[in-house]
């Protein structure tokens, strides 16, 4: 973009340390220079985190949430991608069927936390009922619409050398679909993480959300506030690597050439 | 008997209601209303007044708070992509923040704005901000080399480049990423409002259900919330629509 | 400007000049030679059409010549003056999605006119919206337009700001063959009315004949100026005049070409 020269590959590592190094030092003097007593500096929180190891909750609190997350995002890919494939296969029923989708959807998961509560009680299930709901509807639309993109004459190719319908969804359509329906899967699973940490900060009593708003509560224990949120902050990230991993098999690939 | 085309989701939807209905009938004494006590519910909050003026507080939070994101994280965003090595420095940090729950802020926003709309505003900012920053950035890496030679070749001040290349070629994307966050605000403001506020949507579900069980009002305050979300979507969409700002890369 | 002899004119009388321009690329630590030792002086108003194969390096020379890369070896000078950078004087026409998608008819070929008082502005973009024959397109936007329509706005968006030079990169590469005809005599029609040094690249050896003064024929990568072929036959010409033809085969030897399939 800008005429400087191409970055070397060090810089891949070395300016993404540095903002983060300014960061902290910023963040370190504003707390000095503020005198505040209630919020911590980087210092602090590091030693929050090894407090939280060493008690054995974080490993607790994370395996919950992961937990949580797991349970109810696959439940809602299980769900989700046959009736996304059938949307998209089926444009009438995609017609019938959006305007409620899209009325639903924009309703935020935690909005259904005193319906969940009704049905499920506090606790688990609920949070995992949040869960499901929020991965739903991100993977309802990115198999509809993967499936709604593939060319026609795709399809058509595939009619021509005699495919039964069957087939043809398995050999051509779901391959040329995936890459949008990964991407679709992806975005429902950062869905997910937001909406666990967001959920059991309500209705559970552990896993890392919990764990924000309980180390607020009980103590205004800030630093474990922070250490929490930035755990939540990378393990999202972590999920979000690990998937977009998956997208870089070969198998796949090819659909991405267009794409970022 | 072919139906016409806009009938078949009304009927569908119709369908959903009736079996709601039926399902709420078979099991009396169950907490969870149907449609028709939920429409009655709706009925009595608009008459108290309390309908308007919680839609209100709810959108006046989303508003505030999704603008602040906007006039901070676009100019910023742009920026950093422009240079490589500002994208570098911080998309990392932001890929780290961004999955972060704005929910997860509470405790800040309160620490630093105790309860109230500010807090609640701030909430929606932190939940905005990131991926308005990151589309930002990635949108200056879609513009195609040509419109940056052109608008060079031209020898356009540096102002004029950014307002006349720059902006116009980022738009389109930056729509896109702008209605994407929009929804995402409403999720939070109503989330948000669930936990730390006295008024909006997210607060009449809290308040319906504490305060008496009242699960009509809860769900007729759902209602509001898809509807009003659909209609920021639809919203947005119209602005894409709009031909200057419309294009797309493969022509 | 230099005043070294009384009465010399700069540039020598040359427009566009490159001399032992040579670039190479550095990527990945490879370093990619793309052009060597091209040397060429083109005259004031003359059309210049170069031709190689595929990836020799065409649009390299072109954008040496624009200021949008640095020569590694040699310079390129305009009227004598060293090219520095891109400007005005020296407009680029690209193959695909030159113009701007956002701005209408009127929009994009004003785009270089905003000093203008406003209505010397509108009466340039009216003069050339009706020099490219886009009378009644003035307010609709790209989008509505088709590829060749698309191309002749961004050659009146190139001529409105009264360059020196028009450097086109296989402006007509995406257009399907009539058209493509069509665009040829269409930009000869442009030429011949606003006379301009035109440097026009492009892999159809028809179009080359057709079209220039003179044809640069460039060698594979490292490209090197293989030869000059001097078309000497006035316009209108007539696609299948001995002259014309034998030209064309000539170049076609020079490709490496046989021209019996």
């Not at chain 1, 329906?181 to 666990?196: H, Q």
């Not at chain 2, 139906?3 to 369908?15: A, H, S």
């Not at chain 2, 509001?224 to 639809?234: C, E, T």
Request: charged letters at 15%; aromatic letters at 8%.
């Amino acid at each position: 973009m800008s005429d400087l020269k191409s970055p070397r590959a060090w810089e891949r590592i070395f300016w993404p340390v540095a903002a983060a190094l300014l960061l902290l030092c910023v963040w370190h003097y504003a707390v000095v220079l503020t005198a505040t007593k209630v919020f911590p500096s980087p210092l602090n929180v590091e030693k929050a985190i090894a407090e939280l190891i060493h008690k054995h909750l974080l490993w607790a609190d994370i395996e919950d949430s992961l937990r949580r997350v797991a349970v109810g995002y696959i439940a809602a890919a299980l769900v989700g991608i046959p009736i996304g494939l059938s949307l998209g296969w089926f444009p009438e029923a995609h017609q019938v069927v959006n305007p409620v989708l899209q009325l639903m959807r924009p309703i935020s998961p935690i909005a259904w936390i005193p319906v969940a509560i009704v049905f499920f009680g506090v606790g688990d299930p609920a949070a995992i009922f949040l869960v499901f709901l929020a991965s739903f509807f991100p993977i309802v639309v990115a198999c509809a619409a993967g499936v709604a993109s593939v060319p026609v004459l795709y399809r058509r190719a595939g009619r021509n050398l005699g495919l039964s319908n069957f087939a043809l969804l398995r050999k051509i359509v779901f391959p040329a679909a995936l890459p949008q329906i990964l991407i679709g899967l992806r975005i429902a699973l950062g869905v997910a993480w937001l909406v666990v940490v967001a959920g059991e900060m309500i209705a559970v009593d552990s896993g890392l959300g919990y764990l924000v708003i309980d180390s607020r509560n009980s103590g205004k224990r800030y630093d474990l506030v922070l250490a929490a949120m930035l755990m939540i902050g990378v393990i999202g990230l972590i999920l979000d690597l690990a998937f977009r991993q998956l997208e870089k098999l070969k198998s796949v690939r090819w659909g991405f050439r267009h794409a970022a | 008997m072919r139906l016409p085309v806009w009938l078949r989701p009304i009927l569908f939807i119709l369908v959903l209601l009736a079996a709601w209905e039926l399902a709420v009938r078979m099991h009396p004494g169950a907490l969870i209303p149907g449609p028709i006590a939920v429409a009655a519910g709706m009925l009595e909050l608009l008459q108290h007044g309390l309908l308007l003026k919680y839609v209100v507080a709810s959108l006046f939070r989303v508003t505030w708070g999704f603008v602040l994101a906007c006039v901070t994280a676009i100019p910023l965003g742009l920026a950093l992509g422009w240079y490589r090595r500002g994208e570098m420095a911080f998309n990392p940090l932001s890929q780290i923040f961004r999955p972060i729950s704005p929910l997860a802020w509470i405790p800040i926003a309160i620490l630093w704005f105790g309860v109230g709309d500010l807090s609640s505003i701030f909430l929606i900012f932190v939940g905005s901000f990131f991926p308005l920053l990151l589309t930002a950035m990635s949108a200056v890496h879609n513009i195609p080399d040509v419109y940056l030679n052109a608008g060079r070749n031209f020898g356009l001040s540096s102002s004029a480049f950014v307002a006349r290349v720059l902006y116009p070629a980022v738009m389109p994307q930056l729509l896109v990423g702008m209605r994407i966050t929009l929804g995402i605000s409403w999720l939070v403001v109503v989330a948000a409002e669930m936990i730390a506020v006295n008024s909006g949507l997210g607060f009449l579900i809290v308040d319906a259900r504490n305060a008496g069980n009242r699960y009509d009002l809860v769900v007729a305050g759902m209602v509001v919330i898809g509807v009003i979300g659909l209609l920021l979507d639809v919203a947005m969409r119209s602005l894409e629509q709009i031909k200057s700002f419309q294009w797309r890369s493969s022509e | 400007m230099p005043e070294d002899q009384a009465g010399s004119t700069p540039g020598n009388g040359y427009k566009l000049r490159a001399e032992q321009l040579g670039v190479i690329f550095a990527r990945d630590g490879n370093h990619i030679a793309a052009l060597e030792g091209i040397s060429l002086d083109i005259k004031d108003g003359e059309f210049i059409c170069v031709v190689g194969p595929s990836g020799c390096g065409k649009s390299t020379l072109l954008n040496a010549m624009g200021g949008f890369l640095s020569p590694t070896t040699g310079s390129v000078t305009i009227d004598g003056q060293p090219v520095t950078g891109p400007d005005r004087r020296r407009i680029l026409v690209f193959q695909e999605r030159g113009v701007f998608p956002w701005l209408t008819v009127e929009g994009n070929i004003g785009f270089g006119l905003s000093e203008l008082p406003r209505a010397e502005r509108e009466q340039r973009i009216a003069h050339y919206v009706q020099l490219v024959r886009l009378q009644g397109f003035e307010r609709a936007y790209p989008s509505d337009l088709s590829g060749g329509m698309r191309q002749r706005l961004q050659v009146a968006r190139a001529l409105a700001v009264n360059p020196d030079v028009l450097l086109l990169d296989e402006p007509f590469g995406a257009l399907d063959s009539i058209t493509r005809v069509i665009m040829r005599s269409e930009l000869l029609r442009i030429w011949q009315t606003e006379r301009r040094t035109i440097v026009f690249v492009t892999h159809d050896i028809d179009e080359a004949v057709q079209l220039a003064d003179r044809v640069v024929v460039l060698s594979s990568r490292p490209a090197r100026i293989q030869e000059i072929l001097t078309i000497d036959i006035p316009h209108p010409r007539h696609i299948s005049s001995p002259r014309y033809l034998e030209l064309r085969d000539e170049l076609l030897k020079q490709i490496g070409l046989a021209f019996e399939i």
